[in-house]
């Protein structure tokens, strides 16, 4: 006791002294500071616990789709089995001489998009689904849990075994659709969906964390997976000891396994869809793409490794039509080559006239026109000649909404080339699938409107059927290639070949070397994804989800800070007579807000602390209702994403540090305000004379009720009233907005003004197409049940045009780094 008295008599020699002293003394009041700043700590750092909780889930989901993927390399055309077993002999040798301890691996794989078909059975009838087909015969190579492939059956991911209803053992169709080497946009570019099908067993199911998890895209939920053998999926495509992907599989953190492939990735000509070819009696050289036009690129290339060696370009398109006379001209010639040249004196061989000699080369819009043509025009009645105009019809060089449109162009013969040289060679014009490929003009089956009649194929009138036999697709007409790029080039390139004299095998090896090596991989399709580190890029969320959250709870912050204010201002009170005897002895404003915010900031600190480290449940409790939130109106893997763990450190001082400021910056403004009044006022506290009040307002006695009781106390207490009233506005003003969400329109959703402007279904095509699905022929080939084919007839349908980019609606909550783009055509738009 006697310590105790001394201590308490000892001088104090600073304010932080006096504050501290205070403390101990005031402990009581002090503690309601303490509460309420760890209120305002649970909050704010609960809510950016909630961000670091769904990034977690969002990495974990993103990382469980890919296995041990990290990077990926991808072709939008399948390339040889050669290729994949290149690249990987080049990438172990470079990764034991780079990266030794590394391991890493890179493991061949088809991957591509079908639908799985249950079929019509009894007591049910047939249902499909959008897959993933994924060939791979050692799944566990991946990373994935799943040992091994069967080499005849399916293994379906459980949730899509789910959704159509199959058990081991039931048959499944596999369907896929079949693409066109050719861009579908281009006039023979194939739009009619054709598909390809297989009749499979299920042999087993893939439970959920497994490769039934797998997608190439970490930003929309896998749509399932059907796993096959290699072998299996190489006969469903018909793709023989083709792959179109290779998985390098190994630690995610490791960079240079990434680099390593990066170097390693040579493709060839052939692997890049490329062709470089000697024609059959060795005169000259070719270079093709089974795509049928150069991209760009291929097209840049070419010009400086070609050029220089004597090689020319060339565009070839088709005329639907080639007559004189005008359009009442009666002799025409359907469905022939035109070829776009530099020179008449051309490596394949020379336009020459009849006598040997060389054609000039035309100009503008001036034509080079084959003796056959001109004679087979002659025999029907009119007769062209050098200078005569001539007329051609040919298709645009893009489809519009898919479907082909002619158009006439108009020219002037600027010559008349003998059958010899150029004017005979079929190899001019590269292959086209149901075209180049068929032995007669009756057998043609383009993906363009055809029309028959037109042909002669019947003697003694079958002209163009014995033109075909005896000259193939060779041309009929020239011009120059300028004005043949500007009938028929397109954004997909504007060179169907380039040609050079013949070279040595050694020149011609160096030479696809030298191209292969310039060609860009990606700008033919050959792309390396990153998906790893993609993934985590996703992964961090569409929105900043902490401060989302922080945003969403700022009005329990306020309500917090509201009555952090009132318990300060009951400390106040409490202590009014020393506040003012401070005043009273000279202590300056200032000073009294300065002791007063010490005072306050030891509780405030010390409830930072318990609040940070209370704060994870608060967030446990924010995810578990909004998983249940999630799951009930979006559904997903919402027990993923929305599961607990434990925030980083950063993140918690960050919250702690935000709410210290908080609470600090609300009271010192409240100190400053305690500080600035009168001495005398604040020995009595908040006493004041009723003579501010109207005389109605004044006491006379005793109150005569309950409510002039409650009016006397609210008035007597203005600001801690006012305080009350904010933070019960606020709790009504939070739960009528939460609840808010809760709301669902029962209005008519197939009305024009309803949130999905009337809409109430949306199909996808695995590929461009221009078939309407609402055609009962078509719905048919699209393999659709009797409940899909009745919607279908019933519905009014859009055709709509999108890229393959990330879904970045609000249920995706993976952040999109290439968002989906549509295209909309004026019908759509001109509904509104």
Not at 29 to 44: E, H, K, P
Not at 690 to 696: G, I, K, N, V
Request: charged letters at 15%; a neutral charge.
């Amino acid at each position: 006791m006697k310590t105790s008295q001394q201590s308490s008599s000892q001088p104090i020699r600073s304010v932080r002294s006096f504050a501290m002293r205070c403390v101990w003394q005031w402990l009581p009041q002090l503690l309601a500071l303490a509460g309420t700043a760890s209120v305002i700590a649970i909050v704010i750092s609960g809510s950016l616990g909630v961000g670091d909780s769904i990034q977690q889930g969002l990495r974990q989901m993103a990382n469980q789709r890919l296995g041990g993927i990290i990077t990926a390399v991808i072709g939008s055309e399948p390339f040889g089995k050669q290729f994949s077993e290149r690249l990987n002999e080049s990438f172990q040798q470079r990764l034991d001489i780079d990266s030794a301890g590394c391991e890493a691996e890179l493991v061949p794989a088809i991957v591509v998009e079908l639908t799985v078909e249950r079929p019509a059975g009894v007591g049910h009838s047939r249902g499909s689904a959008i897959a993933t087909l994924l060939g791979c015969d050692q799944p566990s190579a991946l990373r994935f849990d799943t040992a091994t492939t069967k080499q005849t059956g399916v293994q379906l991911s459980q949730r899509l075994a789910d959704l159509l209803e199959l058990k081991v053992g039931d048959p499944v169709v596999l369907r896929v659709n079949e693409r066109s080497a050719v861009p579908s946009d281009l006039p023979l570019g194939s739009r009619q969906g054709s598909s390809r099908s297989r009749r499979v067993i299920l042999t087993a199911t893939l439970p959920t964390g497994s490769v039934g998890d797998f997608s190439l895209s970490a930003t929309e939920p896998p749509a399932g997976v059907a796993l096959v053998s290699l072998a299996l999926a190489e006969e469903i495509l018909d793709w023989s000891d083709k792959r179109n992907g290779v998985f390098l599989v190994g630690d995610a953190g490791n960079q240079s396994c990434d680099i390593i492939l990066k170097q390693c990735l040579k493709p060839s000509l052939a692997d890049l869809g490329l062709s470089l070819m000697r024609d059959p009696d060795g005169r000259w050289i070719s270079l093709t793409s089974r795509r049928m036009v150069l991209e760009q690129t291929v097209d840049a290339a070419a010009q400086d490794a070609m050029a220089d060696l004597g090689g020319v370009p060339s565009l070839v398109f088709l005329a639907n039509e080639i007559y004189g006379g005008g359009e009442s001209a009666t002799a025409r010639v359907p469905y022939s080559t035109v070829l776009g040249i530099q020179s008449t004196s051309h490596p394949v061989g020379d336009l020459v006239d009849k006598n040997g000699k060389l054609l000039p080369m035309p100009v503008g819009d001036e034509v080079v026109i084959s003796s056959w043509l001109a004679d087979d025009l002659a025999a029907q009645g009119s007769p062209v000649s050098v200078g005569d105009e001539i007329s051609f019809r040919s298709f645009i060089p893009e489809t519009i909404h898919g479907s082909v449109t002619e158009t006439v162009h108009n020219c002037r013969v600027a010559g008349i080339a003998a059958m010899s040289g150029l004017a005979k060679s079929q190899n001019v014009v590269p292959t086209v699938e149901g075209v180049t490929d068929e032995e007669s003009i009756t057998d043609w089956d383009p993906p363009f409107p055809f029309e028959r009649e037109r042909v002669r194929t019947t003697p003694p009138h079958d002209e163009d059927d014995r033109y075909w036999k005896q000259y193939g697709s060779t041309p009929k007409m020239f011009m120059p290639l300028k004005r043949a790029r500007e009938i028929a080039g397109s954004r997909f390139g504007e060179t169907t070949a380039w040609h050079l004299p013949s070279l040595t095998q050694e020149k011609l090896n160096d030479l696809a070397v030298s191209l292969a090596a310039a060609v860009p991989p990606q700008s033919v399709g050959l792309v390396i994804r990153p998906l790893a580190a993609r993934a985590n890029a996703a992964a961090k969320g569409s929105t900043p989800f902490g401060i989302l959250f922080l945003a969403l709870s700022s009005f329990l912050v306020v309500a917090a800070i509201i009555l952090l204010w009132l318990c300060f201002g009951l400390l106040v009170s409490s202590q009014h007579r020393t506040l003012g005897v401070l005043a009273a002895i000279g202590w300056c404003p200032r000073r009294i807000a300065k002791m007063l915010a010490m005072v306050a900031g030891v509780p405030i600190c010390l409830g930072v602390l318990v609040g940070t480290f209370l704060s994870p449940l608060w967030s446990e409790v924010l995810l578990v209702q909004l998983g249940a939130a999630w799951s009930k109106g979006v559904g997903g893997e919402a027990a993923t994403i929305f599961t607990m763990v434990l925030p980083h450190v950063t993140t918690l001082f960050f919250g702690a540090t935000m709410t210290v400021c908080i609470a600090m910056a609300a009271v010192y403004t409240a100190a400053l305000r305690t500080g600035a009044q009168p001495p005398l006022r604040l020995f009595y506290g908040s006493i004041m004379s009723f003579s501010r009040f109207p005389f109605w307002f004044r006491p006379l006695g005793a109150v005569s009720s309950l409510v002039g009781l409650a009016g006397r106390n609210v008035l007597r207490r203005p600001g801690r009233s006012l305080s009350v009233v904010l933070m019960v506005c606020l709790a009504e003003f939070l739960i009528v907005f939460v609840s808010g969400f809760e709301l669902v329109d029962s209005g008519d959703w197939l009305k024009q003004n309803s949130p999905t402007g009337g809409w109430t279904h949306v199909a996808k095509f695995a590929n461009p197409t221009s078939l309407n699905p609402s055609i009962p022929s078509v719905s048919e080939r699209l393999s659709l049940n009797a409940n899909q084919c009745e919607l279908l007839e019933q519905a009014t349908i859009a055709l709509l045009r999108s890229n393959q980019g990330d879904d970045a609606n609000c249920s995706n909550l993976f952040a999109t780094r290439n968002p989906r783009v549509v295209g909309l055509p004026d019908s759509f738009v001109n509904r509104g």
